[in-house]
């Protein structure tokens, strides 16, 4: 069973950074991608950045040249160095990771979440 563990959130001052961390285990022997989702409260969940399968990244508006999303070699962490970080920025912040098994469907996953609090 794949499963994701967030780690690095915290609270930071307005302009300052933080590096987010997924890690995961349990991937089959199928394609995965993986990516940041964030949740304002009371809010639906909202694309952060993410590499696909191919190992394209790709990442929401508000975050092109503050975020950098980076995999390791194994594919099996993610990492999401944010900088420039505003009160906008505070919420709860995701791991996500879908798995493709030819002929079986795919399977999504979460993380329990990292909280990021700007001030």
């Known amino acids: 069973h794949v499963q994701l563990v967030e780690s690095g959130g915290g609270s930071v001052q307005a302009g300052g950074s933080l590096t987010l961390s997924c890690s995961a285990s349990g991937y089959p022997s199928c394609s995965h991608e993986m990516s940041w989702f964030r949740q304002f409260p009371g809010t639906q969940r909202e694309f952060v950045s993410g590499?696909?399968?191919?190992?394209?990244?790709n990442y929401a508006d508000y975050a092109k040249g503050r975020f950098t999303v980076t995999q390791d070699n194994a594919g099996t962490t993610l990492h999401l160095q944010m900088t420039g970080l505003t009160p906008d920025d505070t919420a709860t912040y995701f791991c996500?990771?879908?798995?493709?098994?030819?002929?079986?469907?795919?399977?999504?996953?979460w993380g329990k979440g990292t909280q990021v609090t700007v001030s």
């Open positions: 996500k990771t879908v798995v493709r098994c030819s002929g079986l469907g795919q399977v999504v996953k």
């Open positions: 590499v696909d399968s191919e190992g394209t990244t």
